[in-house]
């Protein structure tokens, strides 16, 4: 069963909107959060991480957001470029451990 | 200079026979990962290797084996291919010695698409 869960497979968003993707988790053991970016033909990339002791991280265009009672996070992107067309994947980790749990990935498309 | 190589990068083979990814990494790190995507599950863990000695399972192992002939070495081998391990592979690494759980942060090869027939 998967731990974390990324329930849109998809979005579409006009360039200098913003776009929002979100993310869910179940083990309450996770406390480190990532999210990746992956373009066609090319492998996943480290967008931009958040520990649990924090409920925000901001780096330029991203910010993510993470709600530990709700066991939720989400990304925010703004304002959306052509190029942040992608796929972003969630991944989370509990301390002390060096695996990841991804999720499904959402499918981000920044129109013109 | 790409930091996390994958040969091959595309390969179609036939029910079973023996195929063998490899990856290879100049990022000097020390722990190494195998992943499989598939539409619709995201990036599943096959193996890791948390150094040359350390082998150890991820949730997805049945049906493959891994090598770690060097630190910056990792195969992964399917002894005998069948259809619904097509996919998308990806390799990984990270450095434990990283702090503030850099070492959670992980480095992604470019993939290698398998399809067997």
């Known amino acids: 069963d998967q731990q974390v869960k990324q329930n849109s497979p998809s979005l579409s968003v006009q360039e200098g909107r913003i776009s929002i993707l979100n993310c869910d988790y179940t083990n309450s053991m996770f406390d480190y959060f990532l999210w990746y970016k992956k373009y066609p033909a090319e492998g996943p990339t480290f967008l931009i991480s958040?520990?649990?002791?924090?409920d925000k991280n901001e780096d330029g265009r991203f910010t993510v957001f993470l709600n530990k009672s709700a066991k939720h996070l989400s990304l925010h992107i703004m304002p959306s470029q052509p190029g942040d067309s992608a796929v972003y994947f969630c991944a989370a980790s509990a301390s002390n451990d060096y695996k990841l749990s991804f999720g499904a990935g959402t499918t981000v498309t920044v129109r013109a | 200079d790409a930091d996390v190589t994958q040969t091959p990068r595309n390969r179609i083979t036939k029910t079973g026979k023996r195929i063998m990814l490899e990856c290879s990494q100049t990022?000097?790190?020390?722990?190494m990962y195998w992943y499989r995507q598939d539409p619709g599950l995201g990036l599943r863990l096959i193996y890791y290797s948390f150094d040359v000695k350390d082998i150890n399972k991820g949730e997805i192992s049945d049906g493959y084996s891994v090598s770690r002939q060097a630190q910056a070495k990792f195969s992964l081998s399917l002894e005998s291919a069948i259809p619904n391990q097509t996919a998308l592979y990806f390799c990984?690494?990270?450095?434990?010695?990283?702090?503030?759980?850099?070492?959670?942060?992980?480095?992604f090869g470019p993939g290698t698409r398998l399809t067997v027939l």
């Open positions: 958040i520990s649990s002791i924090k």
């Open positions: 990022k000097g790190h020390d722990r």
């Open positions: 990984a690494t990270s450095d434990s010695a990283s702090g503030s759980r850099g070492y959670n942060e992980q480095f």
